[in-house]
């Protein structure tokens, strides 16, 4: 079997179709968080700090000079980045608890639960266990 027929077979399979949409949805997804923190959470987040706004928190290493920028330490972005992979990691795992409940309610056979006697027959089996105590 040559390699771009080996190819055509991987690219083709279910699995590797489901992986190219959840790679396109986690990236949307991204997005969205991103926005959230940055958009949403960040800005209470700093007025409750006294107004401090994280995506301008930076160490300056080299100040600029003529046309060529200052190099600067950006650590309030790489807090604001550690929050949003914080709620992406804490979503994606709620998310993956929820299919893998699912999935063991699937597995689960039906079992079937003994039909309880009626009166009628309780009476008649403790009739008949009287009469061969006899």
């Known amino acids: 079997m040559n390699i771009m027929q080996e ?14 949409v959840g790679i396109i949805i986690g990236a949307a997804f991204s ?20 107004g401090m706004d994280f995506g301008k928190l930076a160490i300056t290493l080299k100040e600029a000079s003529g046309a060529v920028p200052a190099v600067t330490l950006k650590y309030g972005m790489f807090i604001q980045t550690i929050i ?6 804490f979503s994606i795992f709620i998310a993956i608890k ?17 039909k309880a ?9 403790i009739r008949d266990l009287l009469k061969e105590q006899r």
Do not use: W, Y
């Open 31 to 50: 997005k969205i968080v991103s926005s959230l923190v940055a958009d949403i959470l960040m800005p209470p987040l700093g007025i409750l700090l006294g």
């Open 98 to 114: 929820a299919i893998n409940k699912l999935k063991r309610q699937e597995e689960l056979p039906e079992v079937e639960t003994p």
């Open 7 to 20: 190819f055509k077979e991987f690219a083709v399979k279910g699995n590797m179709i489901d992986m190219a």
């Open 117 to 125: 006697p009626s009166s009628e027959e309780l009476l008649a089996e």
């Open 84 to 89: 949003d992979f914080t709620i992406i990691a």
